[in-house]
């Protein structure tokens, strides 16, 4: 296990420049966010976006009638692991995304965790993650020794039951709203779909071009108001396996903005495109790297774990809380905050948490802070403990997310 006392932080290792977004955000990167729930977060994006075509009761909670008055069609693209604060380092090979932020960007919050499952929820549905229950990328599933991994969800639980709120594309179709999703064709019809993106036509695409077209495609075909909510994951693969400002991370950050210079070409004079994402990235050093699984002082007590590496939710054994808070507290140090689950849902991270979904957060939750991670290398599949970039836990870095806002 390696622990604590690794080398200093280099820009590089989170995502390069300086410690803020220059002349935008004077938060630091590493600096703890909170999500700005109810006016400045991606749970609002949506509700926005319906207000502007006139669903009745969506309440434009970012202000963006103000500029999309008369629009009638609106793309939303979400790119996957393209935070607010890695827009300056992918600048030089996007060009096009580095004059849209300027012209017409500005951050927002992601929900917490800050990872993938989370925050697509999190959009689809307008509500925070305590309110629609995909509280983390894996959840012990209450009253079992399961553990759903949220990507790999084939519909048990069942989607409806294990998120019960209805989505923004539901209600956008109930008031006649033509809704459609674009995404990678195998996400069609997997219980992560179902949960976010519930209401909406299906369109399989996999490759910025394909993406591009179908929304495109889809944004014009009637003559009615119209909604298309677009999904493409390589820049948060690319981050993941080779780290942020790699080679294969500039690479699709180029295609993205080939991508974007499409879609912004294809808007109709009645059209926008809302730009965003679910998260931010940074990269891992290896000396900031613990192993839950070779130190047994980590698990001592505890019988189940979920969550990821930013973000552990622990579960123990009966009457061992406070054996465990004190051996995590004791072993990471100031690498992580540790925290008992009322304390974190009063934290405000997840927003109000109803009593069906309080057992999915861990009676212990950690927190890792700077760039440190808390791998399981037998419990989880050992690409985890490959990847070079994470997120999930709740820095500037990783809870900034962009909205870029235009029209056509």
Not at 6 to 21: D, H, I
Not at 260 to 278: E, H, K
Not at 308 to 329: F, I, K, N, Q
Request: hydrophobic residues 45%; proline residues 8%; contains cysteine.
């Amino acid at each position: 296990m390696t622990g604590p006392e690794g080398s200093a932080v280099r820009p590089s290792v989170l995502g390069g420049g300086p410690s803020y977004a220059p002349g935008v955000n004077k938060v630091p990167f590493l600096a703890p966010v909170t999500p700005e729930y109810g006016g400045g977060s991606i749970a609002d994006v949506l509700p926005s976006a319906l207000a502007v075509l006139g669903v009745p009761g969506a309440a434009d909670l970012l202000d963006l009638g103000a500029d999309l008055s008369g629009v009638r069609r609106i793309a939303v693209l979400l790119v996957d692991g393209l935070g607010w604060y890695q827009i300056p380092t992918a600048a030089p090979y996007a060009p096009t995304l580095a004059g849209l932020t300027a012209a017409a960007g500005r951050p927002l919050t992601c929900g917490f965790p800050s990872t993938t499952p989370v925050s697509l929820v999190t959009l689809g549905t307008g509500a925070a993650p305590g309110a629609h229950g995909v509280l983390g990328f894996t959840l012990r599933v209450p009253g079992t020794e399961r553990v759903l991994n949220h990507i790999e969800w084939s519909g048990d639980p069942s989607p409806l039951r294990w998120q019960p709120v209805a989505t923004q594309l539901e209600r956008a179709r109930a008031a006649g709203v033509a809704v459609t999703v674009v995404s990678r064709p195998e996400f069609g019809g997997s219980g992560l779909t179902l949960a976010a993106n519930r209401g909406g036509d299906y369109r399989g695409a996999a490759g910025v071009d394909a993406v591009a077209t179908t929304m495109l495609a889809a944004l014009t075909a009637g003559r009615g108001p119209t909604l298309v909510s677009g999904y493409h994951p390589d820049v948060d693969r690319d981050g993941h396996l080779s780290g942020v400002d790699s080679a294969p991370w500039r690479a699709s950050v180029a295609e993205v903005d080939g991508m974007l210079a499409r879609l912004v070409d294809g808007l109709p004079p009645d059209g926008a495109l809302l730009v965003t994402a679910d998260h931010g990235q940074l990269d891992v050093p290896a000396a900031h790297r613990f192993d839950l699984d070779t130190d047994p002082r980590l698990t001592d007590g505890v019988r189940v774990v979920a969550g990821e590496p930013r973000v552990r939710y622990l579960h123990t054994a009966p009457g061992a809380t406070a054996d465990v808070v004190a051996a995590w507290s004791a072993v990471l140090g100031d690498a992580a905050r540790v925290l008992v689950r009322d304390e974190a849902v009063a934290a405000g991270w997840f927003g109000p948490v109803p009593e069906a979904h309080l057992e999915r957060v861990g009676d212990v939750v950690v927190v890792c802070n700077d760039t440190y991670a808390v791998l399981a290398s037998r419990s989880e599949s050992p690409m985890v403990s490959r990847l070079v970039a994470f997120h999930g836990a709740d820095t500037a870095a990783e809870m900034t997310i962009p909205l870029l806002v235009l029209r056509g």
